[in-house]
Structure formats: structure tokens, C-alpha cells
């Protein structure tokens, strides 16, 4: 598998968000910049966190303990991004 990059992961994650929101009817935000809280910003519930994290983990085909992500910036589109690339690239 080739590495993957910050980029590539904030692109699964907009097109998370997408299909999510337009699932609920809702509207869709043009981009996911780094310092989107898809918390704060309503992308995402405490349980749609939880279920982010799984299909992350389901998409790049690897387990990641999220638990070694400071909690303040799990929801945080740059560190997200960052974090999850580079726990695949150690795996």
C-alpha cells in the first residue's frame, strides 16, 4: 500500500462529512480547512465521532488507537489529518 498522506485523509474526511450531511438533508460546506472543529461546526455528534473513527479505520484498511490523540484535537480537521497519516505510515 502506498503511503498515505495528510491530504489524502482530509479528502476521505470531506467526503465523509458530505455524505453525511447530505444524508440528513442538510447543507454541504465547500471545504474542510485545518482548523475546522467538525464538532463544533455540526459535522459530527459525540456518537458520529465515534463512528468517523471507525470508517476511517475501515477505509484505510488499519487499526489506529485514537486514544493517543489529545482529545481537544480529535475533532480538529489538521491534527486529525496529520495524526491519522502519520499512524499509517508506522504501520
Excluded: H, W
Excluded at 84 to 91: G, N, Q, R, T
Amino acid at each position: 500500500m502506498n503511503a498515505v498522506t495528510p491530504d489524502a485523509v482530509q479528502d476521505f474526511l470531506r467526503e465523509y462529512v458530505v455524505k453525511s450531511l447530505r444524508g440528513q438533508g442538510r447543507e454541504v460546506p465547500a471545504d474542510l480547512p485545518d482548523d475546522c472543529d467538525l464538532l463544533l461546526s455540526g459535522y459530527v455528534d459525540s456518537l458520529g465521532l465515534l463512528e468517523l473513527m471507525t470508517a476511517i479505520q475501515d477505509y484505510f484498511g488499519r487499526e489506529i488507537d485514537f486514544d493517543e490523540l489529545d482529545a481537544e484535537q480529535m475533532t480538529i480537521v489538521g491534527p486529525l489529518k496529520r495524526f491519522v497519516a502519520e499512524k499509517l505510515a508506522k504501520a
